[in-house]
């Protein structure tokens, strides 16, 4: 690939992220738009404002979780940067994948254009993208497990197949996750994917990937958990069991932040007969403050700092061309 060609491909997948930050306002504007203003507000303020401050702060630990993904993904290729950064890559980050889905591409395009500024190589940031990738399907492999024995019975269908079918499935998670960690004990070979090398992580990381990526889902599903408490008498056993199995799936989907996918099968898989209208109003609840929130606070921080490295860059330029002019009037 030619100089110029290589220069064209690193500007549109520079410019790519700010058209997944786009997709991603755009597939949450989908996601609420089949609700009325009223029923926005009323969903919200039906809820205890204490169960909301909860809420808030169980959805900014999880972001906080999220971007810890980032700093483990800096520890796998053995680079160092500072916190700010690594945290504010990981929250608009994940901020857009959670929206607009197929979080490698959506979320990989953010963060290649913020790492390349930083002075990192394209190599390195498909290392780091991947690794983040395997912390999430690792964690998945582990709440699946929890999952299955936490979730009731009746969520699993009413035919013999169905059960088979979920049981094979928490049998080939715990299989993954078992390859997995004995992969990072015994096997120390490098894997090489078009020409970029990807070594397994030591037993000590695969430990960390997956409790850092339950803790995200764990804090995340406190969200809904505060929101949905003050209508429904539901143990956090259960609760934890229906939500991660309806987050999965809502995942594995792969439509944009599980939409429609996460709420009926919630609704459908959490026991008991209960007010619909009301238990959607959770729902809406959940969907604001761990996506909408995010989303709108992350384009304030992405467009402000955007801003300021253009101001940095004006002004370094006026600096070049008063010197410049300065040398010429010496001569």
């Given at each position: 690939?030619?100089?110029?060609?290589?220069?064209?491909?690193?500007?549109?997948?520079?410019?790519?992220?700010?058209?997944?930050?786009?997709?991603?306002a755009?597939?949450?504007?989908?996601?609420?738009?089949?609700?009325?203003?009223?029923?926005?507000?009323?969903a919200?303020?039906?809820?205890?404002?204490?169960?909301?401050?909860?809420a808030?702060?169980?959805?900014?630990g999880?972001?906080?979780?999220?971007?810890?993904y980032?700093?483990?993904?800096?520890?796998?290729?053995?680079?160092?940067?500072?916190?700010?950064k690594?945290?504010f890559?990981?929250?608009?980050g994940?901020?857009?994948?959670?929206?607009?889905?197929?979080?490698?591409?959506?979320?990989?395009?953010i963060?290649?254009?913020?790492?390349?500024?930083?002075?990192?190589?394209?190599?390195?940031?498909?290392?780091?993208?991947?690794?983040?990738?395997?912390?999430?399907l690792?964690?998945?492999?582990?709440?699946?497990?929890?999952?299955?024995?936490l979730?009731?019975?009746?969520?699993?269908?009413?035919?013999?197949?169905?059960?088979?079918t979920t049981?094979?499935?928490?049998a080939?998670s715990?299989?993954?996750?078992l390859?997995?960690?004995?992969?990072?004990?015994?096997?120390?070979k490098?894997?090489?994917?078009?020409?970029?090398?990807?070594?397994?992580?030591?037993?000590?990381?695969?430990?960390?990937?997956?409790?850092?990526?339950?803790?995200?889902?764990?804090?995340?599903?406190?969200?809904?958990?505060?929101?949905?408490?003050?209508?429904?008498?539901?143990?956090f056993?259960?609760?934890?069991g229906?939500f991660?199995?309806?987050?999965?799936?809502?995942?594995?989907?792969q439509?944009?932040?599980?939409?429609?996918?996460?709420?009926g099968?919630?609704?459908?898989?959490?026991p008991?007969?209960?007010?619909?209208a009301?238990?959607?109003?959770?729902?809406i609840?959940?969907?604001?403050?761990?996506?909408?929130?995010?989303?709108?606070?992350?384009?304030?921080v992405?467009?402000?700092?955007?801003?300021?490295?253009?101001?940095?860059?004006?002004q370094?330029?006026?600096?070049?061309?008063?010197?410049?002019?300065?040398?010429?009037?010496?001569?």
């Amino acid at each position: 690939m030619s100089g110029k060609a290589k220069k064209v491909l690193k500007k549109s997948l520079s410019w790519a992220g700010l058209f997944f930050f786009a997709v991603a306002a755009y597939m949450l504007y989908i996601q609420l738009s089949k609700y009325s203003l009223d029923e926005i507000k009323q969903a919200l303020f039906s809820i205890p404002s204490c169960n909301l401050i909860w809420a808030c702060l169980a959805s900014v630990g999880g972001y906080v979780a999220l971007s810890s993904y980032d700093y483990l993904a800096l520890r796998y290729i053995k680079r160092k940067l500072a916190p700010w950064k690594w945290i504010f890559a990981g929250f608009i980050g994940f901020s857009v994948s959670n929206n607009a889905g197929h979080a490698i591409v959506s979320g990989g395009t953010i963060r290649y254009r913020l790492y390349t500024r930083w002075r990192f190589r394209g190599t390195e940031i498909v290392r780091m993208v991947t690794f983040s990738g395997f912390t999430y399907l690792v964690a998945c492999f582990f709440l699946i497990i929890v999952g299955f024995f936490l979730t009731p019975n009746h969520a699993f269908g009413d035919g013999s197949v169905s059960r088979l079918t979920t049981e094979v499935v928490t049998a080939a998670s715990a299989l993954g996750l078992l390859i997995y960690f004995w992969a990072s004990l015994f096997y120390k070979k490098p894997i090489v994917i078009k020409d970029v090398e990807f070594d397994i992580p030591n037993f000590r990381m695969a430990l960390a990937q997956v409790f850092i990526g339950a803790a995200d889902i764990l804090l995340a599903s406190l969200v809904l958990y505060f929101s949905l408490t003050p209508f429904i008498n539901i143990s956090f056993d259960v609760f934890m069991g229906v939500f991660i199995i309806a987050q999965v799936l809502g995942v594995f989907s792969q439509v944009p932040g599980g939409l429609g996918v996460f709420e009926g099968l919630f609704m459908y898989i959490i026991p008991g007969e209960h007010n619909q209208a009301l238990l959607f109003g959770a729902l809406i609840a959940y969907r604001i403050i761990y996506y909408l929130l995010p989303l709108l606070l992350s384009a304030v921080v992405l467009f402000s700092y955007e801003g300021y490295l253009r101001l940095i860059k004006k002004q370094k330029l006026e600096r070049i061309r008063i010197f410049n002019a300065e040398k010429m009037n010496k001569l």
